[in-house]
């Protein structure tokens, strides 16, 4: 049983018994299942064995068994991973590390065939055709994906290829009393005897707008 990611990929080939595990009993497994959606449906290699019993070294057949249930792409030149509902960077010394994990017992592993398995994994994920962030509609953030045409909160999903995600949770009962207030306060008629409510609408508006991923409107806002 894996409790965390590197636990995880030192599964190897073991990991199709954690993927049956979860199978059986979803609602049971480690925070880490959740957060990088460990996908249980995908099927693990098998590492090919010698007349003498040994285990053979194959840096593409390892560098699938380190794919194997989690979500990767390779974008903007780097291996992203998919964690907490959007793909992110990490340090290329992470993905190495666990790619020794993987290979420490079953091969004794050395540091430079966890390098070599890396690179073989990029060229496995190299894609030229893929495409990011290409839902305008939808805004990451931390708790899912709002729509902003349903105006409904839908669940984070690796099929959709975000590579940012706002820093804050979607509420639809949340109110913004000391934005509001704030504005009232500073965005005034030229009398300075009341807010300026249609400039405070189009303030509002602009810092929608800059949450939109597309440009349609080739506008810039001074006050």
Partial sequence: MANNMIEFAGLGENKVAFFNKMKRSPNNMPKFVNQYSINPSVKVPKRKIDDKKKIVYEPRTEALIFKAGIHLIFYGEQILLYSDGWYQAFNERFFIKLIGVQIHKPLRGRRSQSKEIFEVLKDILHD???????????INVKNGLFNINTFKLEPHTPNKLFTYQINAMYDQNAKC??????????????DKKRPDYDLIRLVQQFVGYCLYIEIPFHQCLML
């Fill in 177 to 190: 009393e000391r934005f509001e207030k704030f504005l009232e306060e500073v965005l005034v008629t030229e």
């Fill in 128 to 138: 030229e055709e893929i495409e990011a962030n290409t839902e305008p509609n939808l």
